[in-house]
């Protein structure tokens, strides 16, 4: 591969969810989701929700889960993203808007069209892609007659298919919906009466976001499998850089790549910045610690554009906290105590500064450093602390 080439496209995907045959870790959740998946292919439905920090992978697990149960067990895998969702029945139109999509890139497409009626539109002058746009009524109908149109579905797929995989993610505009809440209870419940039904039902959300569907049905947690999505080991994150230069034909030194790797807080999102910036600042076609330096330098300001400003420079309007945000950083460290940050403010800032860590925990900025005892903080990853000391670093530049 010349150089030219090796250039024109990055081996790591920062805005998207990474691809199946680039995933790495995850051992012990993969092994007990794979367990799951074999007995929704038997028959008995299947609850997940896959729970975990932002930026943590969730969304690329889903992805790699779904691609398992399609391999192992062949079941009919989606993955419906309901950002955009406030009602059960854009919910439910996603969902087999979902399963008609993938249903039209299969040869079976002919066997279930039928079931969405007249209302499958073709979107695009060939015809190979469609959409399924049915009137309101007919949506909250089948808001009601899920667990049946699933099963229609199911019994036209029986000879090519053993079963549903769907993934629901993304559910910010659900997860603090009583009718949400209500309608999954009463789902489940109105499944329990089928002897079968090959469905396993994955659920993706923030640890806040579960606690509101509990809030909102008390009895709503008991029916799930609760999968949480921890940090990656410093090994994983390794593994993943070393095969993702590899797969685009770069060369990086151990200690290069063990460098990296300690800045990503083991955070999946936070990996692929760093990794992604770093393969575009290297010229030669291996990895060195000044690539890498300069590397952490660009994802830390990409980090910070993303992540940090929509938090920090929209919701924060007072200019001691934001005076304060940018002397916490103590060079690369994440880690900070209250009692060191005091002496570096003014009489004025002081006064404000507990108010300022309780503001910025809040905002997922900072925690409580709990090892190290009472007054030690620290930032919640360490790109976060390398931008804000980029930020300081910058100021004491200005004339």
């Known amino acids: 591969m010349d150089r030219v080439t090796l250039k024109e496209y990055s081996p790591f995907t920062p805005d998207r969810t990474v691809p199946p045959d680039m995933f790495v870790g995850r051992r012990m959740e993969i092994e007990e989701v794979r367990r799951y998946i074999g007995q929704a292919a038997s028959g008995r439905f299947q609850n997940l929700f896959l729970s975990g920090d932002r930026g943590i992978g969730k969304s690329s697990l889903g992805a790699y889960l779904k691609g398992l149960a399609v391999s192992d067990k062949n079941l009919l895998g989606i993955h419906v993203y309901l950002g955009k969702a406030t009602s059960l029945e854009e919910m439910v139109r996603l969902v087999f808007d979902g399963l008609l999509r993938e249903a039209r890139t299969q040869g079976w497409f002919d066997a279930v069209k039928d079931l969405f009626g007249k209302h499958i539109t073709a979107i695009d002058i060939f015809n190979v892609s469609v959409t399924f746009r049915p009137p309101q009524e007919h949506l909250s109908q089948l808001v009601m007659a899920f667990p049946e149109a699933l099963t229609n579905l199911i019994s036209k797929l029986r000879e090519t298919r053993n079963g549903l995989f769907i993934v629901l993610d993304n559910i910010n505009g659900l997860a603090d919906s009583i009718q949400f809440a209500n309608w999954y209870k009463d789902l489940v419940d109105e499944i329990a009466k089928y002897d079968q039904f090959p469905v396993l039902m994955m659920v993706i959300g923030l640890p806040e976001q579960r606690a509101l569907l509990a809030h909102n049905q008390q009895s709503l947690m008991r029916v799930f499998r609760i999968v949480e999505v921890g940090r990656l080991s410093n090994e994983e994150v390794t593994e993943f850089l070393k095969k993702a230069y590899t797969s685009a034909g770069v060369g990086v030194e151990e200690e290069v790549l063990q460098f990296m790797a300690s800045f990503s807080s083991g955070l999946p999102a936070l990996m692929q910045e760093i990794g992604d ?107 976060f602390a390398a931008y804000f000391w980029l930020e300081s670093l910058r100021l004491q530049e200005k004339p």
């Open 277 to 383: 910036a770093t393969f575009w600042v290297d010229s030669d076609g291996t990895i060195e610690e000044d690539d890498a330096v300069a590397g952490l330098q660009s994802a830390a300001e990409h980090v910070g554009r993303k992540y940090v400003q929509p938090i920090v420079y929209e919701k924060v309007r007072s200019a001691k906290y934001r005076s304060i945000l940018r002397k916490l950083p103590q060079g690369l460290r994440q880690e900070f105590s209250k009692k060191d940050i005091e002496s570096k403010l003014s009489a004025s800032e002081r006064k404000v500064l507990s108010n300022f860590l309780t503001t910025f925990k809040r905002l997922g900025i900072i925690e409580s450093d709990r090892d190290k005892g009472r007054g030690e903080y620290r930032f919640v990853n360490a790109m």
